[in-house]
C-alpha cells in the first residue's frame, strides 16, 4: 500500500508514523520545504518523490494535508496527475472541499476529517470520510488508522466536524462567562463541585483545560467561529453562534492586553490563576 | 424533631416522605389548601395545625416551600413567629432571598436551593444551604435528606444555583442550535454519534431529553434566564445569556404556533419526532 502525504506537518507526520510502523509505504515530496521537516521525514524511512507530480501519480492514496488556505490550489495542481484516490484531509469549510475534490480529474475523491487532536491521540485520532471512495481509503484501518465512514455526499465530514466544533466551542464560551461570573463572586469553586454532580466526575478537569484552551487559542477560535456561522445560517438563525464568536473576540481582546504588559504568556496551569491575572490588568 | 412546612406542594411532599420515614414529625397548616394538599398531608401522617402562628411557634425547622412570587411575604408573615430556624428553599434570586430572609426576627435564617429534580430523585435530591444557621439545618440529614453545607453568607446558594441554571440552560440552547441545523442537513446522527466519542457515552441520551425538556419548558426558561442575566451582569457582559435568552424565546414562540395547529401538545419520544413536527407548522 503506497499512501502519498501532500504536505508534511504534524498531522502528515503522525498518521505516517502509524502507517510505516504497519507495513505502508509512505511517500511525499519535499519540494520547498524547510530543513526540519526534512529530516524528519528521513528520519521516520518515508519515501522521497522527486516533483509533486510523480507523488501524485505514484500514491494509490494521496492526501492532502496543507495549510487550509492552499488547499484549493493544491487540488488544482496535484489532482490532474493522481490515479489513485485523493483525499482532503485539510480543515476547510464545506463549500471548500466541495471546490478542491471538484478539481481531481479522475473522480477518486474522499472529504475526511479529523474528529479531536492529534496531538493527544497519534495516529488512532478519529477520522470521518465521506465520498464515493471513502471504503477504498477505509482500507487504511488495516494500516493503523481509526476512519469511519459517514456516507457518500462530499462536504458532509467538514459540515459534521464544523457543527461539533460549534458545539464544543460554545460549552467553552458557556464555562467563561459561567466560571469568569463565579469567580468575581467567589463561588466558583462551589459552583464547579455543584455542576459536577450532574454533569459527571470528569467536569471540573475538563472545565478547567476547556477554560485555559479557549485563552490560548481565542484568536482561531474567534475566527473559526466565523466559518461556523455562515455554515449554521444556511439552515437556522445562530443565535448562539453569533454569541460564541463575539465572546472569543472579547477573550481575545483581554489576551491581547495581558500579552502587552506581560511581554510573555504565562503558562497558567488552573482557570483560577489565568481569571487571577485578568483581573489584575487595567 | 419536628420540622414545619409553609406551603405543601410537590417539594414539601417529597422532602416531608423522607424526614417521617426517618422519624421526624411533619407539620404543615392546611388553611386556604385545596383538597388534593390536605388529603396528602392527612394521609401522609403529616400533623395539622390550627394556624400559621402555630406552625411558626412550632417548627424547630421552619422551612418556605411557596410559589417563588409568594416567598417574601410568607416571611413577613411567619418570620414574626420563628422560634426555631426559618429556611427559604423556594426557587428565587440572592436579592429575593436577602429580603425574604431578612424579615426573619430571630434572625436564625438559612438560604437553602434545591439542585436537580425533586421528581427523579424524591428527597435523596441535592440541597444546599448557606447562611449562619446552615449547621442546625444539616441536621436533617439525620433524618433522610442531602443538605450540603456551602458557606456563611445568604444569597449565596440562591447564586451558585442560578449560575448552574446558567450553564445547563446554555448547554441546551447550544443543542438546540446545532442539532436543529444538522437535522436539517440530515446529518443529525452522525454529529450526535461525533460529539458523544468525546463527550462521552451517556450524551446521547442526555441530548434527547435536553431537546425535548427545552421545547416542553421554552417558557419557563425563557423567564429565568431574565433573572439569570441580572445576576450575570453585576460581573459580566452577559453575551451568552443574552443568546440563551433569545434562543428560549424563540422556542417558545415556535411552540405557541405548534400548540395552536395542533390544539393539543403531543408527547414526543425523541428530538427528531420534535424537529419534523416543528418543520411541517408554517
Known amino acids: 500500500m503506497k499512501v502519498g502525504f501532500i504536505g508534511f506537518g504534524e498531522v502528515a507526520s503522525t498518521l505516517s508514523g502509524g502507517l510505516?510502523?504497519?507495513?505502508?509505504?509512505?511517500l511525499t515530496c519535499l519540494q520547498g520545504r524547510g530543513v526540519p521537516t526534512k529530516n524528519k521525514a528521513l528520519e521516520m524511512g518515508v519515501t522521497i518523490c522527486n516533483s509533486p507530480r510523480e507523488l501524485a501519480e505514484t500514491s494509490e492514496i494521496l492526501i492532502s494535508a496543507v495549510t487550509p488556505s492552499n488547499a484549493v490550489e493544491v487540488a488544482r495542481e496535484m489532482g490532474k496527475y493522481s490515479k489513485g484516490i485523493y483525499v482532503?484531509?485539510?480543515?476547510?469549510?464545506?463549500?471548500?472541499?466541495?471546490?478542491?475534490?471538484?478539481?481531481?480529474?479522475?473522480?477518486k475523491t474522499v472529504d475526511a476529517a479529523i474528529i479531536g487532536s492529534v496531538k493527544r491521540n497519534g495516529y488512532n485520532v478519529q477520522i470521518i470520510a465521506c465520498g464515493d471512495s471513502a471504503?477504498?481509503?477505509?482500507?487504511?484501518?488495516?494500516?493503523?488508522?481509526n476512519i469511519k465512514i459517514m456516507g457518500n455526499e462530499v462536504g458532509n465530514c467538514s459540515t459534521i466536524k464544523m457543527l461539533r466544533s460549534s458545539y464544543t466551542k460554545g460549552v467553552s464560551a458557556l464555562l467563561w462567562e459561567t466560571f469568569l461570573a463565579a469567580y468575581k463572586m467567589g463561588i466558583?469553586?462551589?459552583v464547579l463541585e455543584i455542576i459536577g454532580q450532574t454533569e459527571g466526575p470528569q467536569f471540573g478537569k475538563s472545565a478547567n483545560s476547556r477554560l485555559l484552551s479557549s485563552f490560548n487559542h481565542s484568536k482561531r477560535r474567534y475566527e473559526e467561529m466565523g466559518e461556523v456561522k455562515k455554515i449554521l445560517s444556511y439552515s437556522v438563525d445562530p443565535l448562539m453562534a453569533d454569541a460564541i464568536e463575539q465572546m472569543f473576540e472579547?477573550?481575545?481582546?483581554?489576551?491581547?492586553?495581558?500579552?502587552k504588559n506581560k511581554n510573555s504568556q504565562l503558562d497558567f496551569k488552573s482557570y483560577k490563576d489565568l481569571f487571577k491575572s485578568l483581573n489584575n490588568i487595567k
Chains 1, 2 share one sequence.
Open 88 to 107: 482532503d484531509i485539510n480543515n476547510v469549510s464545506p463549500d471548500t472541499v466541495i471546490e478542491s475534490l471538484g478539481m481531481v480529474k479522475n473522480k
Open 135 to 145: 471504503t477504498d481509503f477505509a482500507v487504511l484501518n488495516d494500516y493503523g488508522l
Open 188 to 190: 466558583d469553586e462551589e
Open 20 to 26: 510505516l510502523d504497519n507495513g505502508a509505504t509512505v
Open 250 to 259: 472579547t477573550i481575545h481582546e483581554k489576551k491581547t492586553k495581558f500579552n
